[in-house]
């Protein structure tokens, strides 16, 4: 009942920046809490940032100061600026969104198709 669909993926050389984008829609009555998660080949799918619906942050250590996660509450829409990219950034990004959907009591995840990015000169 809820879509996910996410965009901006590309490649980008070393130190270039990304803006990914992700927009939810369907039977959504309001978004709760909104995350980006990366797997890089060979590796276990780790938390890159999340934000909640009081605009209060989370970061991983190796991304802090590097990306910005953001929202638009009106479009149901989160963002990842990327700046100062560099090749261990390579991974499939996905969004994350907890909704609830129909009911208010019904609080719910829902997963992004994943979008590539892959940073190399």
């Known amino acids: 009942q809820v879509q996910v669909v996410e965009s901006g993926g590309g490649l980008v050389q070393p130190g270039g920046s990304l803006r990914l984008s992700c927009a939810a829609s369907g039977r959504i009555i309001s978004i709760n809490t909104m995350g980006w998660y990366r797997q890089a080949p060979g590796k276990e799918r780790e938390l890159v940032a999340a934000i909640t619906s009081g605009d209060n942050t989370d970061y991983a250590d190796s991304v802090k100061g590097r990306f910005a996660i953001s929202r638009d509450n009106a479009k149901n829409t989160v963002y990842l600026q990327m700046n100062s990219l560099n090749p261990e950034d390579t991974a499939v990004y996905y969004c994350?969104?907890?909704?609830?959907?129909?009911?208010?009591?019904?609080?719910?995840?829902?997963w992004g198709q994943g979008t590539q990015v892959t940073v190399s000169s």
């Open positions: 994350k969104i907890k909704a609830y959907s129909d009911s208010y009591t019904l609080l719910r995840s829902y």
